[in-house]
T-cell receptor, first 115, second 114 residues
Framework: GAVVSQHPSWVICKSGTSVKIECRSL??????MFWYRQFPKQSLMLMAT?????????EQGVEKDKFLINHASLTLSTLTVTSAHPEDSSFYIC???????????FGQGTRLTVV | DQQVKQNSPSLSVQEGRISILNCDYT??????FLWYKKYPAEGPTFLIS?????DKNEDGRFTVFLNKSAKHLSLHIVPSQPGDSAVYFC?????????????FGQGTRLTINP
């Protein structure tokens, strides 16, 4: 299957700072990328969908000014958590799909801890 | 509103036996269903999928059954192996293709006992 790399795999930051998470498709062009959030023992909740070169589409209840998503190229999308607070601590996962893919491929996830 | 539900948070099965994981959905617009396997602190790995035009899809030890009238799907793993121990998520989308938004269930933790 296609490879999606997410970086960093874990990060600890101080409250009030911003954190950037990268999601790269290594061997295919990702026309669409998704960002999910997973709380412990819960489902993956879709935060936003981004298409290359377009503004991201956010799900209801997700603050677009807090979770900045950039999909500037066909192989890279970034999620920036701005002014992070302890309640933003979670597991963030991206997935990516090309125009010919029948399913999206997931990155390894990023464990964010805000202290 | 939980559109995709996995009502069993955990399941324990003896090695070599069949594991059956269940999933129910409520949205009639869903027509493509997927199963993912996930280990802790890792992203989900795609296992198998089924389109609503089928009622069964098989891939090696994994078989997915779809009952559209009941809005129910299940994943069968036979024979179960210790390496199958993980959390399994079912997901649904309205439309085929990786660019479609997925709605996930809550997951079922499968433990295979030697």
């Amino acid at each position: 299957g296609a490879v999606v790399s997410q970086h960093p795999s874990w990060v600890i930051c101080k409250s009030g700072t911003s954190v950037k998470i990268e999601c790269r498709s290594l061997d295919f062009q990702a026309t669409t990328m998704f960002w999910y959030r997973q709380f412990p023992k819960q489902s993956l909740m879709l935060m936003a969908t981004s298409n290359e070169g377009s503004k991201a589409t956010y799900e209801q209840g997700v603050e677009k000014d807090k979770f900045l998503i950039n999909h500037a190229s066909l192989t890279l999308s970034t999620l920036t958590v701005t002014s992070a607070h302890p309640e933003d601590s979670s597991f963030y996962i991206c997935s990516a799909a090309g125009s010919m893919n029948t399913e999206a491929f997931f990155g390894q996830g990023t464990r964010l801890t805000v202290v | 509103d939980q559109q995709v539900k996995q009502n069993s948070p955990s399941l324990s099965v003896q090695e070599g036996r069949i594991s059956i994981l269940n999933c129910d959905y409520t949205n009639s617009m869903f027509d493509y269903f997927l199963w993912y396997k996930k280990y802790p602190a890792e992203g989900p790995t795609f296992l198998i999928s089924i389109s609503s035009i089928k009622d069964k899809n098989e891939d090696g030890r994994f078989t997915v059954f779809l009952n559209k009238s009941a809005k129910h799907l299940s994943l069968h793993i036979v024979p179960s192996q210790p390496g199958d121990s993980a959390v399994y998520f079912c997901a649904a989308s309205a439309g085929l293709g990786g660019a479609q938004k997925l709605v996930f269930g809550q997951g079922t933790r499968l433990t295979i006992n030697p």
